[in-house]
């Protein structure tokens, strides 16, 4: 199995930054795709940032705070967050698409999230 390791969330101040961290351990044969997503209280799971082969992505509402990078020799995916407003305030969840062995399907495996509190 695979199992990702979140850490860095807490609380900011507006203004602030901070920087997430997921680490993915285990059977490991490939990695795809490495993502962040978040969900707010009463809202719905959305995509933040994604890094596919050094092709990276964002959501409209972060482009130019926050940056997604990615080590591949530790298997470790970044996000830096830069200029957090109070609406970035979610729990974030690290995703990764991960194969455990040759000729394995993509697997999708989750973090178990961290929360990131916004709040002067």
């Known amino acids: 199995q695979v199992q990702l390791v979140e850490s860095g969330g807490g609380l900011v101040q507006p203004g602030g930054s901070l920087r997430l961290s997921c680490a993915a351990s285990?059977?490991?044969?490939?990695?795809?795709?490495m993502g962040w997503y978040r969900q707010a209280p009463g809202k719905e799971r959305e995509l933040v940032a994604a890094?596919?082969?050094?092709?990276?992505s964002y959501a409209d509402s972060v482009k130019g705070r926050f940056t997604i990078s990615r080590d591949n020799a530790k298997n470790t995916v970044y996000l830096q967050m830069n200029s957090l407003k109070p609406e970035d305030t979610a729990v974030y969840h690290c995703?990764?698409?991960?194969?455990?062995?040759?000729?394995?399907?993509?697997?999708?495996?989750w973090g178990q999230g961290t929360q990131v509190t916004v709040s002067s």
């Open positions: 995703n990764v698409k991960a194969s455990r062995y040759r000729g394995d399907r993509m697997n999708d495996v």
């Open positions: 285990g059977s490991i044969f490939s990695i795809n795709a």
């Open positions: 890094i596919i082969s050094g092709t990276t």
